[in-house]
């Protein structure tokens, strides 16, 4: 049965995991995240080509998500600090739909999971912040991680779609 690392050995009290022993790997993560508009905002934003009052909303978005990797160990209170080697943060628009693809790399002892779907997440709330004016009834759905490698158990799919 699994156990839960981030607590001590009497499941009582939070801790960071200790990676000291782990060997050094290439570790990859790939999460996503969606943002549902309303279809007359979807409309709205693909005719003025996702440009608001508050500038390129996918740009924005992009950036975003790369700041929220790199800004996790800060986020999340059990988090390593992390040495990245990489990371790519690609929003596309399927009809209503954004969808934030974050891809995460590390040579390292611990995985990028949470770093990408962080990114992943901040980049659709940046999405929600910068297009807010037009609606608040955006929603934001299905963050999760769809792949990692290099650790002790591979998981889903990283490589590019």
């Known amino acids: 049965m699994a156990?839960?690392?981030?607590?001590?050995?009497?499941?009582?009290?939070?801790?960071?995991?200790?990676?000291?022993?782990?060997?050094?790997?290439?570790?990859?993560?790939?999460?996503?995240?969606?943002l549902r508009f309303p279809p007359e905002v979807a409309k709205t934003l693909v005719d003025a080509g996702f440009m608001t009052s508050k500038g390129a909303v996918l740009t924005v978005a992009q950036i975003a998500g790369v700041m929220g990797v790199k800004a996790t160990s800060q986020l999340i209170p059990l988090c390593h600090p992390l040495a990245l080697n990489g990371c790519k943060v690609e929003i596309t628009v399927d009809g209503d739909e954004a969808i934030v693809n974050c891809r995460v790399k590390c040579q390292g002892k611990t995985g990028v999971e949470m770093e990408a779907l962080t990114g992943a997440s901040i980049a659709a709330l940046t999405i929600y912040d910068m297009c807010k004016a037009l609606s608040h009834d955006m929603v934001i759905h299905d963050v999760r991680l769809l792949g990692k490698s290099g650790g002790k158990r591979d998981f889903g799919t990283t490589q590019e779609a």
């Open 3 to 34: 156990t839960l690392t981030h607590v001590d050995e009497k499941g009582q009290q939070p801790r960071m995991v200790d990676v000291g022993d782990k060997e050094i790997t290439q570790r990859e993560a790939h999460a996503q995240a969606r």
